[in-house]
């Protein structure tokens, strides 16, 4: 009985056993292409951020209408020159933080911080 048990395990053994070195197996691994990075754009990422967030103050007729961040280029006006990076990235509780309302989810910041980092394209 022995016998016919030994002999599919060694048959077993030997079948699993593969010739390819680790060289082989890494040649496999395909690397990720570099011209899938995806650029963050203001119409595409960011504009529905500033409008669910600043807009409700920073319009014709809000609160803070003196910093109107209904266009493209006011919203780059303030991420250049008033600080919006800055206020956006402040804890609760900080003067100046914006939204004046409490900060926004992290991912809205990172995405924000993202287009500003990848140029400040309009689209």
């Known amino acids: 009985m022995k016998k016919y048990i030994f002999i599919p395990l060694a048959a077993l053994a030997l079948y699993s ?6 060289q082989d197996i890494e ?4 690397p990720p292409p570099t011209d899938t990075i995806v650029v963050t754009t203001y119409t595409a990422n ?7 967030n600043c807009v409700v103050c920073h319009s014709d007729g ?8 209904t266009t493209y280029a006011n919203v780059v006006d303030a ?3 008033a600080g919006l ?3 956006i990235q ?3 509780g900080e003067p100046g933080i914006m939204p004046s309302t409490g900060r926004m989810p ?5 995405i924000v911080l993202k287009w500003n980092t990848d140029g400040l394209t309009e689209q």
Not at 17 to 22: E, F, H, I, R
Not at 106 to 110: C, S, V, W, Y
């Open 27 to 30: 040649a496999d691994v395909i």
């Open 79 to 81: 991420v250049q020159n």
């Open 90 to 92: 402040l804890q609760n």
């Open 46 to 52: 960011v504009k529905a951020i500033i409008d669910n």
């Open 17 to 22: 056993c593969d010739s390819q070195t680790y």
């Open 62 to 69: 809000g609160i803070a209408a003196f910093r109107d961040l």
């Open 106 to 110: 992290q991912g809205n910041i990172d």
């Open 85 to 87: 990076l800055d206020r």
